[in-house]
């Protein structure tokens, strides 16, 4: 009996060791809002000819219906049909699901900060702030033994290599024009380069269209296989801002297939195959309350602090859309990512508690 028990007992162990996230890939999309995320399209910015783009046949076409799950699953397939069914989504508040940014700022550099280190800084009150002085939850996740060499991040908004604090970090942060593939680029990243230099650049040389952003990342997944990887999708944010309504929506729609590319990947690889976590959120909310302020954010925009986090992997529970009444920030997504693979984030600086009932 009780060697029947110790082998219950060590299979219970191997079972439980095996369940643990080994690989997490993080991805944001600057400024899409949890209304969209959580309702699909709103007609009533569909209609507005102010903003899209005299062309609301195609966005009827593409992203309707009547009901509401069927149109958000029309718009974030991937989200809706796959990571809900196998994880946790978080901030519809029209349930009273709320997360929001805990810094008062609602906008990017403040926004990717509190996402990364735990730490809502009013320090960092621009977009052109200057390297980061607060440890990521990247840079902890580097040092650890197992992750050492192992971490790397994309970002389509030259502003990262400050966010991610690249001199001090430790790991590579390809982020706008940086060329990929280091000195050894394979043929495909030679291929990136030299499409992303000779690219259209609607944002100018401090951002790139998120497609460039995508392969290289990518590429680097299935070449270099990091156990940690962050990419951030920046064109969400960009047409929200110039108002186009259809590209918006357009661009929200291409992160949830490049996600399921991405995913489609890890599942059918030795390394990632269920030992890898994902982790999909934004920066900051934009403007619902007043229908205008759509593409628009900051403290003078009341509801731009309103964001959302979505999560699936090893260990997390597939619990789908969360329902419970409860208040979330954005500072508890750091130790969150890092409890997801079995860390403690520590750092020199104040970190919020991981959100309950995440990782096990």
């Not at 966005?59 to 989200?79: D, G, H, Q, T, V």
């Not at 200057?130 to 991040?153: C, D, H, M, R, W």
């Not at 990947?265 to 403007?287: E, I, S």
């Not at 007043?290 to 597939?318: L, V």
Request: glycine letters at 6%.
């Amino acid at each position: 009996m009780k060697k029947i028990f110790l082998l219950l007992t060590f299979f219970s162990v191997l079972n439980s060791q095996a369940q643990q996230a080994e690989n997490i890939i993080i991805i944001t999309t600057d400024g899409f809002r949890w209304q969209e995320a959580f309702k699909g399209m709103d007609e009533t910015l569909a209609r507005d000819k102010k903003f899209n783009q005299n062309d609301s046949s195609y966005i009827y076409k593409k992203y309707w219906a009547e009901n509401e799950s069927e149109r958000r699953e029309k718009l974030l397939p991937f989200m809706w049909s796959i990571l809900a069914k196998k994880g946790q989504i978080y901030g519809n508040r029209t349930l009273g699901n709320k997360v929001n940014n805990a810094n008062p700022y609602w906008f990017s550099y403040p926004g990717y900060n509190e996402i990364m280190t735990g730490y809502a800084d009013t320090l960092i009150n621009s977009n052109h702030y200057p390297a980061n002085p607060n440890s990521t939850v990247l840079e902890f996740l580097s040092k650890q033994t197992k992750i050492k060499g192992k971490v790397a991040a994309f970002g389509a908004w030259d502003a990262f290599d400050n966010i991610l604090n690249e001199k001090r970090a430790g790991f590579p942060v390809v982020s706008a024009f940086d060329k990929v593939g280091g000195k050894t680029p394979t043929e495909r990243q030679k291929l990136i380069n030299a499409m992303l230099a000779d690219s259209f650049k609607p944002f100018h040389e401090e951002e790139c269209l998120d497609v460039f952003t995508h392969y290289g990342a990518l590429e680097e997944l299935k070449t270099n296989k990091p156990k940690v990887l962050y990419i951030s999708y920046g064109e969400t944010d960009e047409w929200a801002h110039a108002g186009f309504y259809r590209s918006y929506l357009d661009a929200a729609h291409q992160v949830d297939a490049w996600i399921k590319e991405i995913w489609d990947f890890v599942q059918n690889d030795p390394q990632y195959k269920d030992k890898t976590a994902l982790v999909f959120t934004t920066d900051h909310g934009r403007g619902d309350l007043t229908k205008a302020e759509w593409t628009s954010h900051g403290p003078h925009i009341k509801d731009a602090s309103e964001i959302w986090f979505a999560t699936m992997g090893p260990q997390i529970e597939p619990k789908g859309e969360m329902k419970n009444d409860t208040q979330l920030y954005q500072n508890q997504f750091a130790q969150t990512m890092a409890k997801i693979m079995g860390y403690k984030f520590e750092a020199n600086h104040p970190i919020a508690n991981e959100i309950p009932g995440v990782a096990k």
